[in-house]
């Protein structure tokens, strides 16, 4: 079992930052290599990638943030972060943290499967106001 827990999320005008947190812990952190995401999901919408960092490390990002949002993970804190820039009105959502242990790359082409990632988080909130 992995546990994943968000923080950072909160309400900011159009243009500002917020940096989201997601801290792992659990036996399954045992795997050599994980694949984690960003995901959002807006009120009446459905959930949609963000970021990933592959196991491979190779990081990709939803057209709609390129540029301005940065995924990165610390290994040693086991902690996922996505440094969001530059924030729209169209951000606004809430922002899950998932993990899959083991082996999974996307050779550069995320499809941003919600059912690729076996482990979530709860979610944070984030609004952002014109």
């Known amino acids: 079992q992995v546990q994943l827990a968000e923080s950072g999320g909160g309400s900011v005008q159009a243009g500002n930052s917020l940096r989201l947190s997601c801290v792992a812990s659990g036996t399954t952190l045992h795997y050599d290599r994980f694949c984690m995401a960003w995901f959002r999901q807006a009120p009446g919408k459905e959930r949609e990638g963000v970021a990933v960092v592959d196991s491979d490390n190779d990081k990709i990002y939803a057209e709609s943030v390129k540029g301005r949002f940065t995924i990165s993970k610390d290994n040693a804190k086991n902690t996922l972060y996505l440094q969001m820039n530059n924030l729209k009105p169209e951000d606004t959502a809430t922002y899950y943290c998932?993990?899959?242990?083991?082996?999974?790359?996307?050779?550069?082409?995320?499809?941003?499967?919600?059912?690729?990632?076996?482990?979530w988080g709860q979610g944070t909130q984030v609004s952002v106001s014109a």
């Open positions: 998932a993990v899959e242990p083991g082996v999974l790359s996307y050779g550069g082409y995320w499809t941003a499967a919600p059912t690729d990632f076996s482990y």
